[in-house]
């Protein structure tokens, strides 16, 4: 097959993402790329957006009926492909997978669409100048998620949803772990008791799998599975099961292990982690330089899930509270504390704006806020300015929700010193980005 052959069938996976009542074709050339992945046609006052497609395609597409002058378009054919494509390598990616938007794109022109794209958004949406650095990239954009979920679908696992709402069953993907590669081809050919709901794998960089399941309840076929997955899994160290109830180990351990210098944390078979390990690394080191914490500090770090951040800061500051207002995670953040034997560190269950009324208003000089892809509440982001720390230093996997939130920082007198966008997430239009903010002769 011919590598605009495979162009062609990728595109007809994704022919009917928006069903609505088509015009006629027209014909356009892609010019840009936009926050959500798409590529866009521009002219006669309109903005057409077309998924599926890369800066300098000549595109045939179908219009909706429809008098908005920013609209989707239907992909309908790839009349001239352009040159910064490429073959994704990936049959499921030609069947629709949605997982990566962009495994068609040339990476260096994805390093430099995101940039660009994060340089418009906060200069024009914030009407201010703000010096973005060049996204860091990653050195092997391949093979380092370390999260794999599926679906059961007529008792079968299946992948991402298309843009068709049709399922996709793939044996391969390209951007998973070794690790989780290997237990993607075993569990595919599976036929899946309808009590199971869902799977997700977690692997480590040593090879260990960690599943959660989501099951109708614990019943026999379950923990049939869950043995069979311990012996038939490489590298699979514990299976937990998620009722609507409860969540219970079923088999073998109840966490995996991640090592980063001389710090450990434990991660719960269903807790959250960072899916790119080696980018969280670089994540990590850039929030921790940006806080430029001494023994004299005491620091706070909101929505500080299972202490990520909080474990290393710890070793700079005189002291560190954590805040995040979910119990299981918090519960996992004082175990990994005293994994470390790290005695500098609190954790609070708390709403972050809650937590932040209850504590002394002047003692924290600097802020580590990584909030959920929907950004602060407002209420959190008030107490957090009124109790005015001189740095805060706020990453953010949405620049959406970003903007939003430093439009009411800025009031507040904080000003941005730093940003920096971190390609955590290769092949898709997401990134990471540490802001640093100061406050204003603070």
Known sequence: MSTNQKHQKSIKSSNNYHRRAQSPFIDGQIVAMNEY????????????????????DRVRVALPQTDKSYMYGNLVNLLQPSQKRVDPH????????????WLHFDYAEQLKWKTKILREMLNKRLNTAIRVNDIIPMGMPYGFRNKMSFRNVKNRFVSMMDF???????????????ANQKSR?????????????????????????????????VSKV?????????????????????????????????????????????????GFFQTNYLQAETLLETALSQMACTRNDSVLDLYCGCGFFTLPLALKAKEVIGIENNSSSTFNAVVNANTNNIRNISFLTKDVGVALNELPGNKYRSVLLDPPRSGCDEFALRALCAMAPERIVYISCSPQSLVRDLKQLFAYGYTVTYCQPIDMFPHTAHMEIVVTLRLQNG
Not at 38 to 51: L, M, S, Y
């Open 37 to 56: 992945g798409d590529g866009e046609i521009h002219g006669n006052r309109k903005t057409i957006k077309v998924a599926r497609t890369v800066v300098g």
């Open 90 to 101: 990936c049959d499921a990616f030609n069947n629709g997978c949605g997982g990566c938007q």
């Open 164 to 178: 068709n709402d049709a399922v996709v069953i793939a044996d391969s993907c390209r951007v998973e772990t070794v």
């Open 185 to 217: 081809k075993k569990i595919i050919p599976l036929k899946i008791h309808p009590d199971i709901q869902q799977a997700h794998f977690r692997s480590t960089l040593s090879g260990q799998i960690g599943m959660h399941l989501y099951v109708a309840s």
């Open 222 to 270: 379950v923990n049939e599975f869950a043995m069979w997955c311990m012996q038939n899994i490489d590298g699979c160290i514990g299976v937990g099961a998620q009722t609507k109830k409860k969540f219970d180990v079923i088999a073998g351990e109840g966490h995996l292990s991640y090592q980063y210098k001389n710090l450990i944390w434990k991660i719960p078979l269903n």
